[in-house]
């Protein structure tokens, strides 16, 4: 059974940085990719970054963090960090981590095309 298990979530003020972890246990995913969203109240779920194993560790962000996230992964292709710098208030959101053996570059950004996702932790940004 395949599990992901997300940790680092809390709170920090503006201007301040956070680092999520997420493991995944029973398989990895070395043909595919890990992918961090986030959803805030009343809002969807929407991308932040991901890392693409089968195109040789590509990262991906959105606009909105790129410049301010890095997302990692370890050797092993079943890890995913993702350090969150200058965060801002509507950084404030639930986090996911999510995964997939076999997306393709132009899903991954859609929530529906991953088949694994974590419990989500919780980042508030206050201002």
């Known amino acids: 059974q395949v599990q992901l298990a997300e940790s680092g979530g809390g709170l920090v003020q503006a201007g301040e940085s956070l680092r999520l972890s997420c493991a995944a246990s029973g398989r990895t995913f070395r043909s595919g990719a890990m992918a961090w969203f986030r959803q805030a109240p009343g809002k969807q779920r929407e991308f932040v970054a991901a890392?693409?194993?089968?195109?040789?560790?590509?990262?991906y962000y959105a606009d909105s963090v790129k410049g301010r996230f890095t997302v990692s992964g370890g050797n092993a292709k079943n890890t995913l960090d993702l350090q969150m710098s200058s965060l801002k208030p509507e950084d404030t959101a639930v986090y996911y981590c999510a995964a997939d053996g076999t997306i393709i570059v132009s899903s991954m950004r859609r929530p529906e095309a991953y088949d694994y996702w974590g419990q989500g932790t919780q980042v508030t940004v206050s201002s």
């Open positions: 890392i693409k194993w089968s195109s040789g560790g590509a990262t």
